[in-house]
């Protein structure tokens, strides 16, 4: 079983619903799209847009559908976070080691 295979794993241990919210926030190129893909597809890819403003996914594995939120970490767009962090099931903060 890989990482990403336990880590949804873990998600669904910790709910026991059939479908969750997830807010993934960080700051710029910290790697939060590439997770949301890695997540849907299991695929990575180093070329990415960065995003602007939120991008929503929503994924189905097994019988959980996880919606994510995936949210702009460029400072203009944080101001944005309280609003996509409300009524979700977790918050995940993405840091990369580059950017501390």
């Known amino acids: 079983m890989g990482f990403w295979e336990a ?4 998600l669904r241990s910790l709910f026991f619903k059939q479908e969750m919210e997830l807010s993934l926030i960080g700051l710029q190129n910290a790697g939060k799209t590439s997770l949301v893909n890695v997540i849907a597809t299991g695929g990575f890819s180093e070329d ?4 602007v403003g939120f991008n929503m996914r929503k994924v189905t594995k097994g019988n959980v559908t996880i919606k994510l ?10 101001s944005m976070w309280e609003r996509y962090c409300r009524a979700v099931s977790a918050i995940v903060y993405v840091s990369a080691l580059s950017i501390l």
């Open 7 to 10: 880590f949804l794993n873990w």
């Open 48 to 51: 990415m847009i960065p995003t």
């Open 69 to 78: 939120w995936d949210l702009g970490g460029q400072p203009r767009f944080r």
